[in-house]
T-cell receptor
Framework: DIQMTQSPSSLSASVGDRVTITCRAS??????LAWYQQKPGKVPKLLIY???TLQSGVPSRFSGSGSGTDFTLTISSLQPEDVATYYC?????????FGQGTKVEIK | EVQLVESGGDLVQPGGSLRLSCAAS????????MNWVRQAPGKGLEWVST????????YYADSVKGRFTISRDNSESTLYLQISSLRAEDTAVYYC?????????????????????WGQGILITVSS
């Protein structure tokens, strides 16, 4: 089974900071990688798919990159409404796996 | 507007059984693979099961294989999850989730695509 490992597990940053979250797959998954945002008490929301394609309606301060085994989610300028837990997900086949999540807080 | 509405959650004793339902609307149900994803209290997301649009092909996480059965009724646009031999570690919010058309394939047998819609979630608590 392919494991997805996110880092860090949590971070605290100031408004306006650039934030980067990493997701590593234990085997290559090409670009079959999505990022979701889950705000407290809410359902997850798709941010990025295909490793780097921004889902419609998602602010442009969010971006994704990577291919193969190493992926990143970047928030170019952290906003208060970005407080959430972020999950990566691999979907290169029918057996999906999520990363363990990265909790983002405002300092 | 796409809507996914789960029902059937409850407090169940260990070893018990339950059936979750997810009523879908706002899209052509049979054209998409459907999924169940769960989230234990305070924990991360865990994929549970996927079923093809036709209902003929199913997939399960190792943690639930042999105990959970996913099915669908395309005439009623409803997804099901039959859960048996419940364990304390099955306690979680269970989400019904629609596979998106954003992958490299299309149709009801397309699994290589992310989730675009989630239900509100339904809580199963396994406790004596």
């Amino acid at each position: 089974d392919i494991q997805m490992t996110q880092s860090p597990s949590s971070l605290s940053a100031s408004v306006g900071d650039r934030v980067t979250i990493t997701c590593r797959a234990s085997q290559g998954i090409s670009n079959y990688l999505a990022w979701y945002q889950q705000k407290p008490g809410k359902v997850p929301k798709l941010l990025i798919y295909g490793a780097s394609t921004l889902q419609s309606g998602v602010p442009s301060r969010f971006s994704g990159s990577g291919s193969g085994t190493d992926f990143t989610l970047t928030i170019s300028s952290l906003q208060p409404e970005d407080v959430a837990t972020y999950y990566c997900q691999k979907y290169n086949n029918a057996f999906w796996t999520f990363g363990q999540g990265t909790k983002v807080e405002i300092k | 507007e796409v809507q996914l509405v789960e029902s059937g959650g409850d407090l169940v004793q260990p070893g018990g059984s339950l059936r979750l339902s997810c009523a879908a609307s706002g899209f052509t149900f049979s054209n998409y693979a459907m999924n169940w994803v769960r989230q234990a209290p305070g924990k991360g997301l865990e994929w549970v099961s996927t079923i093809s649009g036709s209902g003929y092909t199913t997939y399960y996480a190792d943690s639930v294989k042999g105990r959970f059965t996913i099915s669908r009724d395309n005439s009623e646009s409803t997804l099901y999850l039959q859960i048996s031999s419940l364990r304390a570690e099955d306690t979680a919010v269970y989400y019904c989730a629609k596979t998106s058309p954003l992958g490299s394939c299309s149709g009801g047998a397309c699994y290589t695509a992310p989730i675009d819609y989630w239900g509100q979630g339904i809580l199963i608590t396994v406790s004596s």
